[in-house]
Nanobody
């Protein structure tokens, strides 16, 4: 059973920083993309940032230059460093990973439980 466990959300003032972490655990063969999505009240879930297992990244336009995604493949962990936070960054942030459960399986999408990020003075 694969699990993604997130940590690091909270309340921060505008202009502040937070760092999210997400660790994958359980029995699996390999991890491909890892990244973060977010969902604000009344809005659709959107991609924030992701990184392939070879290190390629892509970001939403709204966070480019402020957020940085990184991975520690030895720890099966992905991070999201969020700087210069704005009130519009307020959302539930979800970790996402494409994981192959065994050598012959197709990669499947897994999601964390979500962590709340609130940017407010």
């Amino acid at each position: 059973q694969v699990q993604l466990v997130e940590s690091g959300g909270g309340l921060v003032q505008p202009g502040g920083s937070l760092r999210l972490s997400c660790a994958a655990s359980g029995n699996f063969f390999s991890i491909f993309d890892m990244g973060w999505h977010r969902q604000a009240p009344g809005k659709q879930r959107e991609l924030v940032a992701r990184m392939t297992n070879s290190g390629r990244t892509n970001y939403a336009d709204s966070v480019t230059g402020r957020f940085t995604v990184s991975r520690d493949n030895a720890k099966n962990t992905v991070y999201l460093q969020m700087n210069s936070l704005k009130p519009e960054d307020t959302a539930i942030y979800y970790c996402n990973a494409k994981i192959r459960n065994d050598r012959y399986a197709d990669p499947a999408d897994y999601w964390g439980q979500g962590t709340q990020v609130t940017v407010s003075s």
